[in-house]
């Protein structure tokens, strides 16, 4: 078997394993759901599930790691020059043209999280981690504290941004969002930088 071959094998039994685990906590609760269960309707055995996913809770977050971990990286790895803004524009640009409609598993992913409050609650907590993140890159780029309030009001919009964007994924929408963004950080006392 080649090695492209092994990867597409690998990332057809992860996505089987998430849509197992997405509909089963979305049917009958992520407490009730057990990795054995989700094994079964994966059609793999329960070492496989642990190999993918070591805990259900990582199984229930991974849909949102993975969105956190590419908004990161766009953050961190923006050219010389350009600012978060420019950055987190950019990212959405080219995250919403890829995910445009929302696929079978963004829409598990909601169900499951509207049947069990407490991953919800879990997922809005790793959403504050990312806010930090992008609270941190921005304070840096303007000489603020990571825990200043200009920092943590950007990105607390920043998020509330995002989030709304990926409901209504329009280029109308687009715009909007980030002439409110930039309306709001042009308001912003200028950062403490010595």
Not at 57 to 86: C, I, K, M, V, Y
Not at 120 to 140: D, K, P, T, Y
Request: hydrophobic residues 45%; aromatic residues 6%; glycine residues 4%.
């Amino acid at each position: 078997m080649t090695e492209g071959a092994r990867e597409r094998g690998k990332a057809r039994r992860r996505e089987a394993i998430l849509r197992a685990a997405y509909q089963l906590f979305a049917e009958r609760g992520f407490e009730a759901t057990t990795i054995a269960d989700i094994a079964d309707r994966a059609e793999v055995s329960a070492r496989t599930v642990t190999l993918y996913f070591p805990t259900k809770l990582d199984l229930a977050t991974s849909h949102l790691a993975e969105f956190t971990d590419r908004l990161s990286q766009a953050l961190n790895d923006r050219a010389p020059g350009t600012s978060t803004l420019e950055a987190l524009e950019r990212w959405l640009r080219a995250d919403l043209a890829e995910n445009a409609c929302p696929g079978e598993l963004d829409t598990l992913w909601e169900a499951m999280l509207d049947r069990n409050p407490q991953l919800r609650a879990v997922a809005n907590s790793r959403l504050a981690e990312a806010i930090q993140e992008g609270a941190r890159i921005f304070a840096a780029e303007r000489g603020d504290a990571p825990d200043d309030f200009a920092p943590r009001m950007v990105a607390a919009a920043a998020a509330a941004v995002v989030s709304e964007l990926y409901l209504r994924p329009t280029e109308t929408h687009l715009e909007a969002a980030m002439a409110f963004l930039a309306a709001g950080i042009t308001t912003l006392p200028p950062g403490q930088r010595p």
